[in-house]
């Protein structure tokens, strides 16, 4: 087995060598200009431009929590888009190091967004059950949000809110069935820590939202001073 792995990461590190800078998409060699992905490939990316839009459809979701004061997304999910790949690799061929450019992206959008509060004390990642973080070995949105902080001068949190109960893959479940899966699923662990702070949650894909409404019920009896919400992708609203 361990020749097995040896192999695996020779030949990982010779094809590397050999071919260094390949868009992690379309597998063309990159320009020196280039990063990550390719311009070919990122054009076909679809930005939301939610952060320069303060009432846009993520804002909208969200805004019947009291506390929460902004929202936005940096690119919209669709399945065969470049964005669901970018997103699987991350998650579900566990490319940790794809958070990286991700949250980066997700970091300068939000710098340069004119709505945004002006300084986020905390980011909160949505935590994920710890039987899933133990099969991935790294929560995405976690990853992603230390690549953000930095940023925008944040701190990440991730010790406040805990993933209290088993949740099964939410894909083939309809909305109600959605909501009774996830109800209860989140538990503020230290709610001193977010009296009059204000956090930003961060997901990396939002759906119809419940996940988030759910972390925003626990977040919101602690008191803190405002929430925005934020995510990389946003699958929920038609192009506008
Ligand atoms: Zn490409």
Redesign the pocket.
């Known amino acids: 087995m361990i020749y097995l792995k040896v192999i695996r990461v020779v030949s990982k590190a010779i094809i590397d060598f050999v071919f260094p800078y390949q ?1 992690q ?2 597998k ?1 060699i990159l320009a020196p200009q280039e990063d990550v ?2 311009t ?2 990122r054009l076909t990316i679809q930005y939301t431009n939610y952060f320069n839009m303060p009432l846009n459809p993520v804002y909208h979701m969200f805004s019947a929590f009291k506390d929460v004061v902004f929202g936005g997304s940096l690119w919209f999910y669709d399945k065969k888009s470049l964005v669901a790949n970018i997103l699987h690799e991350l998650k579900f061929m566990r490319r940790k190091e794809l958070a990286q450019p991700i949250g980066e992206e997700l970091g300068e959008e939000l710098r340069d967004s004119p709505y945004m509060p002006e300084k986020i004390d905390m980011i909160i990642p949505v935590p994920l059950h710890p039987k899933r973080l133990k099969w991935r070995g790294f929560n995405q949105s976690e990853e992603i949000a230390k690549h953000v902080a930095p940023i925008i001068q944040a701190q990440v949190v991730s010790d406040v809110l805990m993933r209290a109960q088993e949740t099964d893959t939410q894909s083939s479940k309809s909305l109600s069935e959605r909501w009774s899966n996830v109800s209860g699923a989140f538990q503020l662990v230290d709610p001193e820590a977010i009296r009059g702070k204000t956090i930003m949650l961060l997901d990396d894909v939002i759906t119809t939202g419940t996940t988030l409404s759910h972390c925003l019920r626990a977040l919101e009896h602690a008191n803190p001073k405002s929430i925005s919400v934020v995510s990389v992708a946003f699958a929920g609203a038609k192009r506008f």
């Open positions: 868009c998409y379309c063309t992905w390719c070919k490939c």
